[in-house]
């Protein structure tokens, strides 16, 4: 049985870089989308950005220059990273798949909360 | 605010049917991409529910079910039950923005 599992520091300093790790056990990284998804205290899922298993990026245009995403396959990870990071950014952040071909979101991780904050 | 329009709230009583809705626009459901239905749990992630407008994963109850036409989407519980209180998010694809969206999400308060 596949599972995705977030890791990361909880607490980000404003400005910083906010670095989280998915791993996935179980199952191949191969065919698949890759994405990042998060959702602020009390509020709605908003859709950061995907890598595939080849390495090919795509951000949602709104955070796309604050953004990376990474893929080590060899270690079955997947990586996000987000600069200059303010309290707007204090989330919960899931990891989460999509099927190459298809366009939902098959599998979630449990997310992480991330809190931006001095 | 959220590309993909939910209601903030609905309720029902145990055994009853409730509905949630999900509009979006020409550069989402309105240009034919499916709509795919979430459930979240208190304090849990999100869970697909329905996929491709009316599909149920293996696992999932026949008392939910989906439909989509035009630019709206629908869930519909039946029967509802206690377990079923939930927040519920729709999802699609949207081409101007060539990212996937969600709804702001409904709250199910079953009374």
């Known amino acids: 049985q596949v599972q995705l599992q977030e890791s990361g520091p909880g607490l980000v300093r404003p400005s910083e870089t906010l670095s989280l790790t998915c791993t996935v056990s179980?199952?191949?990284?191969?065919?698949?989308?890759w994405s990042w998804i998060r959702q602020p205290p009390g509020k709605g899922l908003e859709w950061i950005g995907y890598v595939y298993s080849s390495g090919t990026t795509h951000y949602h245009p709104s955070l796309r220059s604050r953004v990376t995403m990474s893929i080590d396959t060899s270690k079955n990870q997947v990586s996000l990273k987000l600069s200059s990071v303010t309290a707007a950014d204090t989330a919960g952040y899931y990891c989460a798949r999509i099927r190459f071909s298809y366009n939902w979101f098959d599998l979630w991780g449990q997310g992480t909360l991330v809190t931006v904050s001095s | 605010q959220s590309v993909l329009t939910q209601p903030p709230s609905v309720s029902g009583a145990p055994g009853q049917r409730v509905t949630i809705s999900c509009t979006g626009n020409?550069?989402?459901?309105?240009?034919?991409?499916?709509v795919h239905w979430y459930q979240q749990l208190p304090g849990t992630a999100p869970k697909l529910l329905i996929y491709?407008?009316?599909n149920r994963p293996s696992g999932v109850p026949d008392r939910f079910s989906g439909s989509k036409s035009g630019t709206s989407a629908s869930l519909a519980i039946t029967g509802l039950q206690a377990e079923d209180e939930a927040d519920y998010y729709c999802q699609s694809y949207d081409s101007r923005l060539s990212a996937w969206v969600f709804g702001g999400g409904t709250r199910l308060t079953v009374l």
């Open positions: 491709d407008n009316n």
């Open positions: 020409s550069s989402n459901t309105g240009a034919g991409y499916d």
């Open positions: 179980g199952g191949s990284m191969s065919g698949y989308y």
